[in-house]
């Protein structure tokens, strides 16, 4: 009951030093409110543009390793040597034959290959930036292919390479305009007829372009061979991906990267002394690389924030010694009452944060208006995370600048404060 009385007090003594100069608190304020938009606008905008990119890489899948020719990163001296990667063998059928039969360490495993830009037709409709993907037994555990309508491809049709396919939502949107049911009608592509067996759901643009499953295609592998030449180690040929899904209980999937780099170095008959001809990749790395990027972005903005919130304390500083300054017969009257100096401290103080967190609340509205901005394909969205954030680094901040004048009125003597002018 104390703590809630002595808050309305300072609340109320705030109020009334807000609007007994009404711009010179405005002005005093004004850093704290740049410094709180200036850091949660940049924390808002890394956090949505992180969760962007990662929602984008989604269809990579999680927990996964993938083996291909090129790798995504360069090497530990940050020289990407291409020269060499150019002359490796791609994954073949055959290696992912032996994987599949061998491996211990992997939940799933397939293989994959795609080309782009495929033009697909059904009678007089056509689509010509389709992705046709070909895609062994497991491709929908490895990657993300949330059907919607129909199936995902039977194991039967995936080993007998039948002309069946799953189809992406702008896929259906177009070939199959006015809600026409796609199941079991037939689509072309390269000539050959398939049948459609299901539709993923709408994914929407990513901000890498259009996603990966509403322009797309899915056949099986078995099928993809049969129209486009892979694993023939031919300069033109579709190169093919091996992906692999490990095991909860095998932290960092270590125990299947070697698994993987030992078989297929036996298998394409490297000696000891020789380099790896093929790559082994993770989403993870790249996802690393993302994190540590926005975390530097992060740290600037904290910096920039950091200068004005420093303008701003001082402004709230200022505000308080000068309340002290004309409650000072109040103060006197107060501790010739008997109210003890924690009593005046933490008014003060109470009157400081108050006054602090008026600043910061404008400095969230400010980077809430900010999210109704067109920013193309990037949702931005300001968190609950970054709203307690905000809220706490300018309580803080009136905390701090508060502490100083709040002690100065507690240490003063009543009755000379009582006298005071």
């Known amino acids: 009951m104390f703590v809630l ?3 309305l007090e300072s609340f109320r003594f705030a109020w009334r030093a807000l609007k007994s100069n009404l711009l010179r608190t405005i002005l005093s304020l004004l850093g704290v409110t740049i410094g709180i938009f200036s850091i949660i606008t940049v924390l808002t905008l890394v956090d949505s543009l992180e969760k962007g990119i990662k929602d984008s890489l989604n269809f990579i899948g999680s927990g996964v390793i ?3 020719k090129w790798p995504w990163l360069a090497d530990n001296d940050g020289q990407y040597k291409w020269w060499e990667f150019w002359r490796r063998p791609t994954p073949s059928f055959a290696e992912y034959k032996t994987l599949q039969q061998n491996l211990k360490h992997a939940s799933a495993i397939c293989i994959t290959a795609d080309r782009n830009n495929v033009l697909v037709k059904r009678e007089n409709n056509s689509l ?5 993907v070909g895609g062994s ?9 949330p059907v919607e309508l129909g199936r995902y491809l039977t194991p039967d049709e995936l080993a007998a390479g039948r002309n069946v396919a799953v189809i992406g939502y702008e896929v259906a949107q177009a070939l199959f305009p006015n809600a026409e049911d796609p199941l079991g009608k037939y689509i072309k592509v390269r000539d050959v007829q398939f049948a459609v067996v299901g539709t993923i759901k709408k994914e929407g643009a990513g901000l890498f372009g259009n ?14 061979r049969k129209m486009y030449q892979t694993g023939t180690g031919r300069w033109n040929e579709t190169e093919s991906t091996i992906g692999i899904k490990g095991y909860d209980s095998d932290v960092g999937l270590v125990e299947l990267e070697n698994e993987v780099r030992g078989m297929l170095r036996s298998k394409r008959g490297l000696r000891p002394t020789q380099k790896d001809n093929f790559a082994i990749n993770r989403p993870e790395a790249v996802m690393a690389i993302v994190t540590g990027l926005f975390n530097g972005v992060s740290i600037a903005g904290w910096i920039i924030g950091g200068f004005a919130m420093l303008v701003g304390g001082f402004g709230i500083a200022n505000i308080m010694f000068v309340s002290v300054k004309e409650r000072t017969p109040l ?3 107060q ?3 008997g109210a003890k100096n924690y009593f005046i401290l933490s008014q003060f103080l109470f009157e400081a944060v108050f006054l602090s967190m008026i600043g910061g609340l404008a400095g969230l509205l400010l980077t809430y208006a900010i999210t109704f901005l067109p920013f193309g394909s990037l949702e931005v969205t300001l968190s609950f995370k970054n709203i307690v954030l905000g809220l706490g680094v300018a309580s803080v901040i009136g905390l701090i600048s508060g502490i100083v004048p709040a002690a100065v009125a507690a240490r003063m003597d009543p009755v000379i404060a009582i006298r005071a002018t």
């Open 5 to 7: 009385r002595q808050i």
């Open 335 to 337: 501790k010739s009452v």
């Open 128 to 132: 010509g930036q389709v992705r046709l």
């Open 331 to 333: 103060i006197g009257l």
């Open 137 to 145: 037994e497991n491709y929908d555990k490895i990657f993300d292919v």
């Open 211 to 224: 996603s990966s499953n509403d322009y797309a295609v899915i056949i099986p592998y078995n099928t993809f």
């Open 66 to 68: 993938y083996v291909e």
